[in-house]
């Protein structure tokens, strides 16, 4: 999967999840001023999140810092790499 | 402390007909059944009803998804038919957040749906991993109130009784005597439940659900007929808004009825059998509640579900506190028993069968049983006056209720 297509499956995933309109999936949104998300959504993104790259990120640290539709590209992006860079 | 008179002065219906207290008194006026064969049952082992009523064409899509993340279809029943009462009610943003509006909604229990959706996934690795935010906010026993109080921004109190079928007519009476006391000056009241197997099968268990008409679903359940086979399951919500007279005078509001008895019971005979004597004990603690006799009492709206036992007990009671002099009906042959909305919805259909002037049959009801006839039974519609009407709801669990509505005068 590329970088690409990594963005556009969280893109999706999360539009779909919370109902906003694709439309508004732009890096820069802020989740809670400008996406009207929660607390609440919060816990559900992780496990859509985890649900759509089969990963567990819920007790990662990386995930207070998310502010932005932007900082979700990122930490997945180098969640991947991480997974990746793991001998198999 | 003189206690407030109460009136109702909005009304919202989901049912078996839809959406609304219009469209549910134009099928109940055109007799119409909203019982449906429900094929999925024939896939459930040891279940042998076949039938159910359920609600159509319901779009939880209009109630935003903050707001319906946390509602299973139960509390999305109870919010559309809370916005229509109060809609109908006329209150002001102001009157709705401004403390002096209280909730009283009840189910019978938190949404089955949502638990064994939650389960299923639970059992397949042992594990809450997948588990959404919105899953404990719609199994809590109170899912239907809070959501109601959290949709409309509602900051007075909120409770959710709960006695399965007892449970609408339980929330109106607790809601019309908080208002009574001064405590709220509106309540939004009454109850919800969404189908579920679990419920039929409850009854089924007990032999106690219509088994014998699931190729001919239109002709059960059947009060009072000597052909009656038991009780068939539906889902809904009514909603009424209820508010101390000072206010629906103050604001000029429709008054639609006025709430003057209420009374419960518990039965503590049988934790699932009716008795006739105590049922009859409500009955008349309502009319000591209301401060009038049986003679005040123009018509009875029953509770009778189609069971064996249940509907000989309530003929019994109601013939020792009124004799035959008193047409009773039961909506049940139409609608089915939608539990916790039960009482609720047939309350507001009791309402508008006092404003139409017109007593709606108990349908289904061909041959009168005859442990069934000391009562007078309505068998058709009837174009007659009545100013004062008993509802009654009688629940598993051994908990009795009976209201007692009056036409408005000054």
């Known amino acids: 999967m590329t970088n690409q297509e990594i963005i556009e499956r969280i893109d999706r995933s999360i539009a779909e999840e919370f109902e906003i309109d694709p439309e508004e999936m732009k890096p820069e949104k802020t989740l809670f001023q400008d996406l009207g998300l929660d607390s609440l ?22 995930i207070r810092k998310i502010r932005t539709l932007g900082d979700i590209h990122s930490f997945v992006l180098q969640k991947k790499d991480e997974l990746e860079s793991i001998p198999r | 402390m003189p206690l407030k008179r109460v009136v109702i002065t909005g009304m919202g219906a989901i049912s078996p007909f839809g959406r609304g207290v219009d469209t549910l008194m134009t099928a109940l006026l055109s007799g119409e ?19 159910a009523a359920l609600v159509p064409g319901v779009d939880p899509g209009e109630i935003p998804r903050k707001y319906r993340r946390s509602m299973s279809t139960m509390s999305v029943f ?10 109908q009610a006329g209150l002001s943003g102001e009157q709705v957040r401004g403390g002096r509006l209280g909730v009283s909604i009840g189910s019978t229990i938190g949404s ?4 064994q959706s939650f389960f299923d996934d639970f059992r397949i690795d042992n594990s809450v991993e997948r588990m959404k935010s919105g899953v404990f906010f719609q199994i809590m026993n109170h899912s239907c109130a809070a959501n109601v109080a959290h949709m409309f921004g509602i900051t007075g109190r909120t409770v959710a009784p709960a006695a399965a079928c007892s449970t609408g007519c339980l929330a109106v009476g607790y809601g019309a005597e908080m208002i009574s006391m001064g405590k709220q000056d509106f309540m939004l009241c009454g109850g919800a439940d969404e189908f579920h197997p679990l419920t039929a099968a409850t009854f089924d268990i007990m032999n106690a659900a219509s088994t014998r008409f699931n190729e001919s679903p239109w002709k059960t359940p059947r009060p009072f007929d000597r052909d009656r086979d038991g009780v068939v399951c539906a889902e809904g919500s009514g909603i009424l808004l209820l508010e101390s007279l000072d206010s629906a005078l103050r604001r000029n509001a429709g008054i639609l009825a006025e709430i003057v008895g209420f009374a419960s019971t518990s039965d503590p005979e049988s934790i699932a059998n009716p008795n006739a004597a105590n049922i009859a004990h409500c009955m008349h603690q309502a009319l000591l509640d209301a401060g009038i006799g049986p003679e005040g009492i123009d018509y009875v709206n029953a509770h009778a579900t189609g069971t064996e036992l249940g509907d000989i007990a309530e003929s019994e009671a109601i013939r020792s506190i009124f004799g035959d002099r008193v047409p009773t009906s039961s909506l049940k042959g139409n609608l089915g028993h939608a539990m916790a909305a039960s009482g609720a919805i047939e309350l507001e259909a009791s309402v508008e069968m006092m404003r139409r002037e017109t007593l709606l049959p108990t349908h289904n009801l061909d041959h009168v049983d005859p442990l069934c006839a000391s009562v007078t039974h309505v068998r058709e519609i009837t174009r007659r006056r009545v100013d004062t009407v008993m509802k009654n709801n009688f629940a598993l669990g051994g908990v009795n209720s009976s209201l007692i509505i009056r036409r408005f005068q000054q």
């Open chain 2, 33 to 51: 059944s909203g019982v449906r064969i429900l094929p999925e049952l024939a896939d459930i082992r040891g279940i042998r009803t076949r039938v």
């Open chain 2, 112 to 115: 089955p749906r949502t638990t």
């Open chain 2, 78 to 87: 109870a919010a559309l038919a809370a916005g229509d009462a109060i809609a």
């Open chain 1, 41 to 62: 959504d919060i816990v559900d993104l992780v496990i859509v999140l985890e649900t759509a790259f089969g990963f567990k990120i819920r007790e990662e640290e990386g």
